[in-house]
């Protein structure tokens, strides 16, 4: 048994164990890694994440044939014990929050597809994801996909990936309560194997970007996780709205480069800072798209290295240990491939983006990182998978 049909199989226990019954149909969405393009998302420019091979995984099947009432039943195999991790709401009642977080993701997947006008059928399903939570690779954003697909296909809904991510995002929004922008649920809807996704998060029009053959994609967690990334993530955020304001644009996106260094004076130190992150870091989104279509190992070694930094130094979103991680990998690949860290930050992971037979060189330098440092590093290859679908099974 592989990974996914390890994971098919917890949920279809999960689903037999609450409902007694066959699961009839599945559902799949992947965990994502930007490659590059950092808190660029909500400030409307191009990013570039791809889909890696962690999944959220759905069983359903039609509602309890005693049932009077339309109701949604829900379990999440990896929330708790059967009591905690169950969920069951009436889908003609107002749909309200519940104290207990995944149940959120749920409730508000279905409310977010009423407010965009779809009517989700009574239904049961059951979710078991392998996506490590909390990890900064969008285990949120493959479980909010898995369910809006689940939900919207059961439901006879013939939605596209773009509905899917914004359903997605809606519920995390409005109902979760974090501000995040379309990249991560883009990722997890519209992938393709083997490939990163080039998107523009204004219009979302996206453009599959082929993965050289001989390049390979790491993800190194630095086990670091920081309790305030909400509150830090939505600062950055208001940070960027601030500087969007005093320009009169109607987000960085539309920020010319130029016009933002002259300005410097003018400027608070910390806005125009982040200002820079964010102008410079679109720029580097389509050097970053060639060099990995091209398998340029060099170029993905110098643009990353700058990408760093300027998520260090004028983001303040990295941390000292995670800089020396970054700075130990970087000078064990020299021109070999790049490093920098991905995701919200704070914490997290850092991404490689490097040649197949480098990978001796980061596990040379995570090794002498781990001999120092207080917290172990811990690196993983991935493959680019494509992304949510309907399972076909034989
Ligand atoms: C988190 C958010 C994304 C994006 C990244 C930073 O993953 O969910 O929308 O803003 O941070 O690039």
Not at 13 to 27: D, I, K, N, T, W
Not at 56 to 84: H, N, R, W
Not at 293 to 311: C, Q
Request: glycine share 8%; net charge negative; charged share 25%.
């Amino acid at each position: 048994m592989d990974r996914r049909e390890r994971l098919i199989a917890r949920a279809r226990q999960g689903y037999r164990l609450a409902f007694g019954v066959e699961p009839s149909r599945f559902y799949a969405a992947p965990g994502r890694v930007n490659l590059i393009g950092e808190h660029v998302d909500y400030n409307d420019g191009f990013v570039l994440p791809c889909a890696i091979d962690r999944e959220t995984i759905v069983a359903a099947g039609p509602p309890s044939a005693q049932s009077k009432q339309k109701l949604f039943e829900a379990v999440a195999l990896d929330m708790g014990d059967m009591a905690s991790a169950r969920d069951s709401f009436d889908l003609v009642a107002p749909i309200v929050r519940s104290d207990n977080n995944w149940q959120n993701h749920v409730r508000g997947v279905v409310q977010a597809l009423g407010r965009y006008g779809h009517r989700v059928r009574p239904m049961r399903i059951a979710i078991a994801g392998d996506v490590p939570i909390g990890a900064g690779l969008s285990s949120s954003a493959a479980f909010g996909v898995a369910v809006a697909l689940a939900c919207s296909d059961y439901s006879g809904l013939d939605l596209a990936p773009e509905m899917l991510a914004k359903v997605a995002q809606l519920a995390e929004n409005d109902f979760v309560g974090c501000a995040c922008g379309i990249m991560d649920q883009m990722a997890a809807a519209a992938s393709v194997a083997d490939h990163a996704l080039l998107l523009d998060c204004r219009s979302l029009d996206f453009m599959p970007v082929p993965i050289h053959h001989s390049l390979a994609i790491t993800v190194i967690d630095t086990g670091l996780r920081r309790s305030l990334t909400e509150s830090a993530f939505n600062q950055r955020r208001a940070e960027c709205e601030a500087v969007a304001q005093h320009f009169g644009v109607k987000a960085l996106r539309d920020l010319d480069h130029g016009k933002l260094l002259l300005a410097e004076p003018d400027l608070d130190h910390t806005l125009f800072r982040r200002a820079r992150h964010v102008v410079t870091e679109m720029e580097r989104v389509e050097p970053i798209g060639i060099a990995l279509a091209k398998g340029k190992t060099a170029v993905l070694a110098e643009v990353m290295r700058e990408a760093h930094v300027s998520l260090s130094e004028d983001f303040d979103v990295s941390l000292p240990p995670i800089d020396r991680l970054a700075q130990m990998v970087a000078e064990s690949l020299g021109d070999a491939g790049g490093v920098r860290l991905t995701g919200a930050g704070f914490g997290g992971c850092l991404v490689a983006v490097a040649a197949q037979e480098a990978g001796a060189a980061i596990d040379d330098a995570i090794g002498r990182y781990n001999d120092e440092a207080d917290l172990p590093a811990r690196a993983e290859m991935f493959r680019p998978i494509s992304g949510a679908a309907p399972i076909l099974i034989e």
